[in-house]
């Protein structure tokens, strides 16, 4: 999937990943490939990206998701 974290000030990351592990509002939940269309907010916490044994962590102190066709726009404090 495609994965772009944005912030007001920059974009932090753009590129590919197999799963995201994000803080919602609720408690943490995962988004993997081909998952269905979702949007959530997020709390402060840590946005961890997998792509193949590649892990990238990035934290945030929140934000919102949009998941749709396989690509997922966080938009982050």
Not at 9 to 28: Q, S
């Amino acid at each position: 999937m495609t994965v772009e974290i944005l912030t007001p000030e920059r974009l932090l990351y753009k590129g590919e990943a197999t799963a995201i592990t994000l803080p919602g509002a609720k408690g943490k939940f995962q988004v993997l490939e081909h998952h269905a269309s979702i949007i959530s907010l997020l709390t402060e916490g840590e946005i961890v990206l997998v792509n193949g044994k590649e892990t990238k962590n990035i934290a945030i102190v929140g934000g919102t998701i949009e998941f749709n066709h396989n690509k997922a726009i966080i938009l982050a404090d």
